[in-house]
């Protein structure tokens, strides 16, 4: 029994170090980005999120079965897309992990006492002799070399040796770990864009003025109490701008001003402007005039009448009460229904309740664009004229949630950090050995970096130079 | 008035394009130092032509195809005198110009209306990423450069046939680190760019990310320029293949710089 297991045990470690292995390779980093670039094409190719009967139009049957097998047309949340950002995350992952404490080893370690040898094999060294007449006794010639290598901040160790002196010199070692720091900031980024994903959402509301909307999926409400536009001199849209008010248990609990580029945030919800128009089904307020239809005269001055609001008309019994409006009046022949025929506002009309003494007497529909067409008040004098109306303005706010945006900019500070640290952050080690020669003592020096080889190629024979005319003069 | 100063600029940099291709054949220092000073001086023609456009337009004039590539030309030429302050490569002046002025050209034919800001682009984030974004165009293109010049000095090398521009241009070990180091400012550029498009994106759209043309083709360089990243710190790619790939990596950068901006001249005006 026990060897089974052992050996079952065995086969999985064998199966886990292949996948690790699979995945620790820089060839599948190569691969996993080149396909990822290729494969992105077809999103801007192909129209993306578009009804199915779409693909059918423009591509025909056959080859739009294809596209929405393979998922073209919503590639970015296709499997074999997915597939790719997780074999990119696993190779980021291993990468990293493989290579970090053989890294941070090598960063801790600090080998003073070198061979000359080693020095000379160096990518950038030289090697000279000073006299003993200039000076050159193995402690001042050290002490010279630190000087020099510490006004270059290098942090420095150094020892002594039997036949002489070792210097170790350093800096910018973390500059080593700059593309680690980034590696981790992507799978932050991704961590965060995942749980957007799973635990956010969007949704869309349009307000009226002064009319208070629940905000779905969300325990309050919002209000616009004022919409309106801005304009350039030459007459063309600046901006457009919503005052809401949140509103929770019946209180109002915080008031923006939002336009373009500025939402409103309540409770980790984002509100943004998206569009603007005036409602179809309902009106601020409508002007109206009354005449007296004998005579063929207006009797007096026109009146504004509120929505909702019974007005009395001076000098008469008469009321009346704003309650209908359609923007594009429709007619429905066989229901008997009033519609709107469109949003647009071509054909405006209102109904008005009119009361006589308190009792309603007739609804007449009255027509902007048509007056006197209809007799408004039967069995009286009078007529009722619709001389023009104020829109109701209403917004219309997108709104969202993703808890993963936080951790996506956190993500985005990281990675800023580690591009400082990988790309202008070089980690430079210079190893010196000063040893008592026949009538003097021969320095080695050299020197290594991690990339960026012409710059270090200057700070090192400015290195030397230094060294060279200092221990020299001296 | 800034129209003027257009003509003036582009003028400029065909006299110093001229000179730079006279150095190319005569190999005189003389040359090259004049042409240089023209090349500063077309770079102040060309400052002036941008801000009196900005001052005409009542914002910093980014928000067309037109005066994103004089934007463009404008920093690769300045970061080529950044440069050549440092490293003193005298023939790369005789790549930038001849680039310089193509893409001056390519603006020159294009609309040039100035049009107010659509509501999408009233943002302090236009002026810190469209700056950022074209600047790091502007590095990616200079490796761009350094390529071209690899290939050549390489093609110099093979043919065994010293002689030309052999002589003006550095060693290969240095283009190739030159080309390197390029890319090591542009690829944090970049993604520092992609990074402010999301985060003004989110104020906006209320998504940091949404599969735009825009975004896609950022990601496409990004995913392209990570790669010969990799390449060359990892896998080895270095010469040639390095300095080819540099040139096809801007080359789908310019494309797509162009397609897009050309593409979202509507309604939805510069964005992303």
């Known amino acids: 029994m026990e060897k089974i297991e052992k050996q079952e045990v065995k086969i999985l470690q064998t199966i886990g170090d292949k996948i690790w292995a699979f995945f620790n390779s820089l060839k599948l980093t190569l691969t996993v980005l080149l396909s990822l670039a290729v494969v992105s094409i077809i999103g801007t190719v192909v129209e993306q999120g578009k009804p199915l009967e779409f693909y059918a139009?423009?591509?025909?049957?056959?080859?739009?079965?294809?596209?929405?097998?393979?998922?073209?047309?919503d590639m970015y949340h296709a499997w074999w897309f997915f597939t790719l950002l997780v074999f990119l995350a696993a190779n980021?992952?291993?990468?990293?992990?493989?290579?970090?404490?053989?890294?941070?080893?090598?960063?801790?370690?600090?080998?003073?006492?070198?061979?000359?040898?080693?020095?000379?094999?160096?990518?950038?060294?030289?090697?000279?002799t000073v006299n003993t007449i200039n000076g050159g006794d193995v402690f001042s010639v050290k002490n010279r070399v630190i000087e020099i290598l510490k006004k270059k901040r290098y942090k420095i160790k150094n020892t002594d040796v039997s036949d002489g002196a070792a210097v170790f010199a350093w800096k910018g070692t973390a500059g080593r770990f700059g593309s680690d720091i980034v590696h981790v900031s992507l799978i932050t980024i991704l961590t965060g864009a995942i749980i957007g994903s799973f635990f956010g959402f969007k949704d869309y509301i349009s307000i009226n003025e002064n009319e208070t909307v629940n905000a779905p999926k969300s325990n309050f409400q919002v209000r616009?109490?004022?919409?309106?536009?801005?304009?350039?001199?030459?007459?063309?849209?600046?901006?457009?701008?919503?005052?809401?008010?949140?509103?929770?248990?019946?209180?109002?609990v915080l008031s923006k001003k939002i336009w373009v580029n500025e939402p409103l945030k309540y409770k980790g919800v984002w509100f943004y402007q998206s569009n603007y128009g005036m409602a179809y089904d309902r009106i601020k307020e409508a002007r109206l005039v009354l005449k007296d239809k004998k005579k063929n005269q207006i009797i007096g001055e026109p009146f504004v009448v509120k929505w909702l609001e019974p007005f009395k008309i001076p000098g008469t019994n008469l009321a009346v009460n704003?309650?209908?409006?359609?923007?594009?009046?429709?007619?429905?022949?066989?229901?008997?229904?009033?519609?709107?025929?469109?949003?647009?506002?071509?054909?405006?009309?209102?109904?008005?309740?009119?009361?006589?003494n308190e009792k309603p007497i007739s609804g007449p529909w009255l027509f902007l664009n048509y007056p006197e067409i209809f007799a408004t008040i039967p069995n009286t004098n009078y007529d009722l004229i619709f001389m023009g109306y104020q829109g109701l303005q209403y917004t219309g706010l997108s709104m969202t949630k993703d808890p993963g945006t936080n951790i996506v900019w956190i993500g985005s500070i990281i990675m800023a950090l580690g591009f400082i640290l990988a790309f202008f952050i070089f980690n430079k080690k210079v190893w010196g050995r000063i040893q008592k020669a026949e009538n003097g003592v021969d320095i080695y020096i050299g020197g290594m970096i991690n990339k960026n080889k012409i710059m270090f190629e200057r700070e090192f024979s400015e290195i030397t130079a230094c060294l060279k005319t200092e221990v020299t003069q001296k | 008035m800034n129209f003027i100063f257009f003509h003036i600029t582009a003028a400029s940099y065909l006299i110093a394009t001229v000179i730079y291709i006279v150095y190319l054949f005569s190999h005189n220092d003389k040359v090259v130092k004049t042409a240089n000073k023209i090349l500063i001086l077309s770079f102040l023609f060309h400052s002036i032509t941008i801000i009196s456009r900005g001052i005409e337009a009542g914002h910093f004039p980014f928000t067309n195809l037109h005066e994103s590539l004089s934007i463009f030309s404008w920093m690769i030429v300045g970061v080529y005198l950044l440069v050549n302050a440092r490293y003193h490569i005298a023939a790369l002046g005789s790549f930038v110009s001849p680039l310089a002025l193509l893409f001056l050209i390519t603006a020159s034919l294009l609309p040039k209306e100035i049009v107010p800001l659509v509501p999408q682009l009233e943002s302090y984030w236009l002026y810190i990423h469209v700056p950022l974004a074209i600047l790091g165009n502007a590095f990616f293109a200079l490796s761009f450069l350094f390529g071209i010049m690899y290939l050549i000095q390489e093609h110099y090398l093979k043919s065994k046939k010293v002689g030309g521009l052999y002589f003006l241009l550095p060693s290969l070990d240095v283009l190739d680190e030159l080309g390197y180091k390029f890319l090591t400012y542009g690829f944090p550029l970049l993604t520092i760019a992609m990074i402010t498009g999301a985060i003004w994106s989110e104020y906006v759209w209320g998504s940091y990310w949404s599969w735009q043309p825009r975004q896609i083709w950022s990601l496409i360089t990004w995913f392209l320029y990570a790669a010969l990243l990799h390449g060359r710190l990892t896998v080895g790619w270095r010469g040639r293949k390095a300095a080819i790939y540099a040139i096809i990596g801007f080359m789908v950068l310019l494309g797509s710089f162009l397609i897009i901006n050309l593409l979202s001249l509507g309604e939805h005006g510069f964005l992303r």
Not at chain 1, 57 to 66: F, H, L, V
Not at chain 1, 225 to 252: A, C, M, P, R
């Open chain 1, 224 to 252: 616009l109490d004022k919409f309106w536009l801005d304009y350039y001199e030459s007459g063309e849209i600046k901006q457009y701008n919503s005052q809401l008010t949140v509103v929770e248990n019946g209180k109002d």
């Open chain 1, 322 to 356: 704003l309650a209908g409006f359609v923007s594009d009046f429709g007619f429905d022949e066989k229901t008997k229904q009033i519609y709107p025929r469109s949003p647009e506002h071509n054909n405006p009309a209102i109904q008005v309740i009119v009361y006589d």
């Open chain 1, 92 to 128: 980021i992952i291993v990468c990293t992990i493989d290579r970090f404490p053989q890294k941070w080893k090598a960063s801790l370690e600090k080998r003073v006492d070198v061979a000359p040898q080693f020095i000379k094999n160096l990518g950038n060294s030289a090697s000279f």
């Open chain 1, 57 to 73: 139009k423009t591509y025909g049957e056959r080859i739009s079965s294809y596209v929405l097998t393979l998922g073209f047309h």
